[in-house]
């Protein structure tokens, strides 16, 4: 079988933590086997960085800051 592409998955969050737990849960279903998954995070205010990284922390973790 040939090497398949890394595929980046980027999902967007601005307080909306269990919402963006929620889909990364769904994420880990994703049969394909080279994909990487980028949470990109618009300055939350509802402690969405400290959820989401704790739950996730081999995903990578982008905060915007604004």
């Known amino acids: 079988m040939a090497n ?3 595929v980046y998955v980027i999902v967007l969050n601005y307080n909306g933590h269990q919402d963006t ?3 990364l849960a769904s ?3 994703v049969s394909y086997p ?3 998954v980028a949470v990109v995070d618009n300055c ?3 402690g969405s960085e400290a959820s ?3 739950g996730y922390p081999g995903h990578d973790f982008i ?3 604004k």
């Open 34 to 36: 080279n994909f990487k």
């Open 27 to 29: 994420l880990q279903k």
């Open 4 to 6: 398949r592409p890394l």
């Open 52 to 54: 989401i990284s704790a």
């Open 44 to 46: 939350s205010t509802d």
């Open 21 to 23: 737990l929620e889909c």
């Open 63 to 65: 905060q915007t800051g």
